[in-house]
């Protein structure tokens, strides 16, 4: 005797097999997770590019007390921005303080070379205390009129430097506008520009390719659920 249809189960007495979740279609965490992964990738670049300093940067130079006392703590303040005049972070600025004697007066007021000058009398490296705002203390020397260099190398192979006049001796200095002048691009940051404007297209490329591909796979349907349970 042939065995009846199960109660309450229509048919060939087996249930239809429930719809499964597509296993290939990518959860959002994971397409998010994939996103982050290619902007981590791209970051580094990104900033090479931005902190190659090969722009003009308008400076301003200040100093805590003044008017300066000579031989007595003085600090030394330095802004950067740029053209937008947004402020220039994360760079490498120190000063070089000569006294006036020793410095040729041809000396350019904004150069990309470095200047072939005496050892200074004083060297203070800056220290970013705000964005674009650098700050150095030093012990200021006695009375008198005095060169300061200020150098900007962010990268070894780039060199920008600007000059001023320091007078100490009762007068107030004041802000004293300067410019650093644009570096020139070289080999390695031609290539830093070379892997921007190629790699960062193709690997951007990669991960929306693959993101549009998984969210096309079909889920299957509750017919294909049935003819498999079949």
């Not at 279609?25 to 300093?53: D, F, T």
């Not at 060169?147 to 007078?167: C, G, K, P, Y």
């Not at 693959?210 to 079949?230: H, M, T």
């Amino acid at each position: 005797m042939a065995p009846g249809p199960r109660p309450g189960v229509p048919g060939l007495g087996r249930r239809p097999s429930a719809r499964r979740p597509n296993a290939s279609k990518p959860r959002p965490h994971v397409r998010v997770r994939c996103l982050r992964a290619a902007l981590a990738l791209l970051l580094p670049l990104l900033l090479g590019v931005a902190s190659a300093h090969a722009f003009l940067v308008l400076g301003e130079f200040t100093v805590e007390p003044d008017p300066p006392s000579p031989d007595a703590p003085l600090t030394v303040i330095i802004t950067m921005a740029d053209p937008s005049l947004a402020p220039v972070e994360d760079a490498v600025v120190f000063i070089e303080v000569r006294r006036i004697a020793d410095v040729p007066d041809d000396i350019p007021a904004a150069s990309t070379d470095e200047p072939d000058l005496p050892p200074p009398d004083v060297r203070v490296d800056l220290i970013e205390r705000a964005p674009g705002r650098y700050e150095g203390e030093l012990l200021a020397p006695s009375a008198g009129s005095y060169h300061v260099l200020i150098r900007d190398q962010t990268f070894q192979w780039e060199e920008a430097n600007a000059s001023i006049m320091l007078d100490l001796g009762g007068q107030a200095v004041g802000t004293v506008p300067f410019i650093l002048p644009p570096t020139a691009v070289g080999p390695r940051s031609l290539w830093i520009w070379l892997l921007w404007l190629v790699g960062v297209p193709l690997v951007v490329g990669v991960v929306v390719t693959a993101l549009v591909l998984g969210n096309r796979r079909p889920a299957a349907g509750p017919e294909e659920g049935s003819e498999a349970s079949a």
